[in-house]
Each structure stands twice: as C-alpha cells, then as structure tokens.
C-alpha cells in the first residue's frame, strides 16, 4: 500500500491547486485555491476556453474594473473543481480587504450569490480568510450566518487560538513557509521533519484543539517536502501539492500515525484566550509569524493583481 493510501486512513486529503487535471488524476477529498494557484492554471492552454467563456459572460458594471470579472473566474473554476470532489472547496477572498472586516464580509457574500445563482451546494464552500485580526472577526460574523471560513496564512499559536474563539470552520496553519523562515533564521540548508518548527507549530495547535474539545478542523498547509506529511499523519486534513501527492502515491513502505486525540489528551498545552491587544501584541512577539504573515498577504495580493493584469491582455 502507497503511503498516500495509508495517510488517506488517518487524515483528509485536500488538493492544493487549482489545476482541475491534476484533481482528477488524484481524487482527493477536497481542494483549496488561491490567486496564485489560479493564476497558475489559468495560463495553461487547456484552461484558455474556461477563462475566455468566462471572462466573455462576466456581466460587471465597467467602472467597478476586472476585480468582479476575476471573482466571477473564481466561481467558475471551483464549480468545475466541485463536479469532480466528494467535498468541499476552499475559495480566496482578494487579499487587500485583509485589514477590512466590513468589506471582507461583503465580498463572501457576493461570491456567495454568485454561487447561489448557479445551483452550487454551499454547504461544499469554504471561503479563504487571511488570519488577521480582521479577518477572523469577518469570519466570525460569516459563521454567525452559516457562512464557512477556512482562516488562511496562520503561523501561530495565537492565530489558532483565536479563530478557535472565533467559531471558524477550518484553519489552515502553513508548515513549509514556516521551515523556509527558521532556515534562513538558522543559516542551514536542512532541518529535519522530526525537528521541523512549521510540523510542531502545527502538532501544538492540533493538541491543544482536541484536548479542549474545539471543533474548529486543523488543515496543514503549504507543505515542502513528504517528510513534513509524514511526522502529520492524522491531522484532520492536510493540503497537498500535486507533486507530493505524486510522491505519496508512488512511495511503499508503513507510515505511523503521529497526531490522535488520544495522544493529544496526555498533552502539555496552554489554553489560550486572545482579546485584542493580547492577540496583536504577542503576533507581535512572534517575529516569524508576523513576517510571514504580511509577506503571505502581499504575495496573493501580488498575484490577483498579475492575474488581472493577464485577463486584460489576453481575454478583454
């Protein structure tokens, strides 16, 4: 048995791309995107009709600009990613509305509609929140509403604990950016899974989660190498690039289990409570969570604005 097919036991599979080819060839649970990952697929030639049909249909105002146009792209990739999944989707909101509750909420409320007009079974949508202060209030408020959350670009205890607070669906704290931060930290080329900071930040959130009884699902993310996977076996969901699912699947030999509430009920955790300034000062504290985090908001902004930029030269 493949050790992708031993990790499918224990935790939830979600594909991390937004390539509906590589989906179908992997068949996992459920998928996440983001504006990066769109703008991957989107400049693949099999995607061209997709987007151009698309684009053409987008019936925005011209004065509210390509940003409409490139949520309505968004709506159309996850339907097609939707036919294909027994779960659920994970779909971005822009990340410049990071820092803005109202208009956060506004915007999963017109992705919303968007979907509620072609048939989708909301109840298979998670939109993609960045881990601010702000976000996990638009959050907050979403959930009040039965609105699904998955609270992205989360590097810390704090974040976790918070969007716990919160009431979110899903979190998605990110191992490999954290790795990639430690390591330059450090001045070292490798740290090994077993002692890899991004895998224990994760384990830590894990435990503390199933040892308080929180319902908020754990999905580790943005993943480096197999090895990270591996010392994860039985988080709740992990999210995985179409080349580590390549691997995992094409990998023999027996993978143990390494998180389980069972083990997570004998854990040495703190629980934690943030009001706000608890929760921006000890962000604050955290220098690799607090880099990573406005570095994470600026690359996905980064990318929606190439994104635009390619729609307008190519499909406008």
């Not at 996850?78 to 294909?84: C, G, N, Q, V």
């Not at 503390?208 to 580790?220: A, L, R, V």
Request: hydrophobic share 40%; aromatic share 8%; proline share 4%.
């Amino acid at each position: 048995m493949s050790i992708l097919d031993q990790l499918k036991q224990y935790t939830t599979i979600v594909a991390d791309t937004g390539e509906i080819e590589s989906i179908r060839k992997f068949m996992p649970q459920d998928a996440t995107t983001n504006p990066s990952l769109l703008l991957k697929a989107v400049q693949k030639p099999e995607y061209k009709q997709l987007v151009a049909e698309t684009i053409k249909s987008c019936d925005a105002d011209p004065d509210s600009g390509i940003k409409p146009c490139l949520e309505w792209l968004m709506v159309r990739f996850a339907e097609e990613i939707l036919s294909i999944i027994p779960g659920r989707v994970s779909v971005e909101i822009d990340a410049s509305l990071s820092f803005d509750t109202e208009n956060t909420i506004k915007a999963a409320e017109r992705l919303l509609e968007q979907f509620n007009k072609r048939g989708v079974d909301t109840d298979r949508l998670l939109f993609k929140i960045a881990s601010t202060w702000e976000g996990i209030r638009a959050a907050e408020q979403l959930e009040k509403q039965g609105v699904h959350c998955n609270l992205t670009l989360l590097f810390s205890y704090v974040q976790a604990a918070a969007c716990a607070d919160a009431g979110v669906t899903l979190i998605s704290p990110f191992v490999g950016r954290i790795l990639d931060w430690y390591k330059a930290d450090r001045g070292v080329d490798h740290i090994p899974p077993e002692e890899d900071p991004g895998v224990q930040s994760v384990a830590d959130i894990y435990n503390y989660f199933k040892k308080s009884g929180i319902q908020t699902e754990i999905m580790g993310a943005s993943f480096r190498n197999s090895g990270q996977i591996r010392e994860l076996a039985g988080c709740d969901l992990l999210t995985i690039s179409p080349d580590l699912l390549k691997e995992l699947s094409e990998t023999e030999g027996s993978l143990e289990r390494k998180l389980s509430p069972e083990s997570a009920r004998q854990s040495d955790v703190t629980p934690l409570h943030p009001d706000e300034k608890a929760f921006r000062w000890l962000l604050n504290e955290n220098a690799m969570a607090t880099e990573k985090l406005s570095e994470g908001i600026r690359k996905f902004n980064a990318d929606w604005v190439k994104l635009a930029d390619l729609i307008l030269e190519q499909y406008r």
